[in-house]
């Protein structure tokens, strides 16, 4: 297979010269795939020895570190990287991300808004649902929402966008604003009585209550059993 192949010629390269740190690389990322983990890692390692700034062997170090949830040893690699390479997106994703996963919210807020700054990627939806995501776990629900709406403006097809948009406008009693969102998940997931549960919830918070009644017999006349 060209996979086995890859691995020969990647041990050939490494036996013809153990101090070439891109040879060190290619074998070392043969055996990430084959998830040896820690022969990988120290192959890495052994390729940062030889060439101390080879960005490729300091971010599949980073990567290697993260698949076996050292997250702190791999925020060290991606920091290292990001003095070499500043503002890359992808390292600074992979910062964002690890601070995230350590349970540093707002160190994450900082990677993450380098990352949708105007010369970078200011229209990517996941960046800026995460950013959504990070505010709300820190009660900021101003920011929270902010970001979710960009998010929505982009991707505006993802039920967790749509679903906290929903829900903070409820919280609002603006109900109405609400409908909207609901109405929009249960076009996106129509075998999901839940949405409109949640619209019928809104109509009868309203006062609404025969508009929710409907709702309520609808949803009993196509699932009995719910």
Request: glycine share 4%; net charge negative; hydrophobic share 40%.
């Amino acid at each position: 297979s060209d996979y086995n192949q890859a691995e020969k010629y990647a041990d050939l390269a490494v036996k013809a010269n153990r101090y070439n740190a891109r040879a060190l690389v290619n074998k070392g990322n043969c055996l990430f795939l084959c998830e040896e983990y820690e022969r990988a890692k120290e192959l890495f390692l052994e390729a940062i020895g030889v060439e101390a700034d080879c960005v490729e062997a300091i971010y599949n170090l980073g990567l290697v570190n993260k698949s076996i949830e050292r997250y702190h040893e791999a925020l060290q690699a991606f920091e290292k990287l990001n003095s070499i390479l500043p503002k890359h997106p992808d390292v600074l994703y992979q910062l964002g991300d690890l601070c995230h996963r350590i349970g540093h919210p707002s160190k994450a807020v900082e990677w993450f808004s380098l990352l949708v700054s105007p010369k970078t990627r200011p229209t990517d939806p996941e960046i800026l649902a995460r950013l959504g995501q990070l505010f709300a776990s820190m009660d900021d629900e101003a920011q929270a929402y902010h970001y979710y709406m960009e998010a929505y403006r982009y991707w505006p097809t993802n039920l967790d966008v749509i679903a906290y948009l929903g829900v903070h406008f409820v919280k609002q009693e603006a109900y109405e604003n609400a409908i909207q969102f609901f109405e929009r998940a249960a076009q996106i997931e129509g075998g999901n009585s839940r949405w409109r549960l949640m619209v019928a919830s809104c109509y009868r918070r309203m006062g609404h209550n025969e508009q929710a009644l409907k709702i309520y017999e609808d949803i009993h006349r196509e699932s009995p059993d719910d």
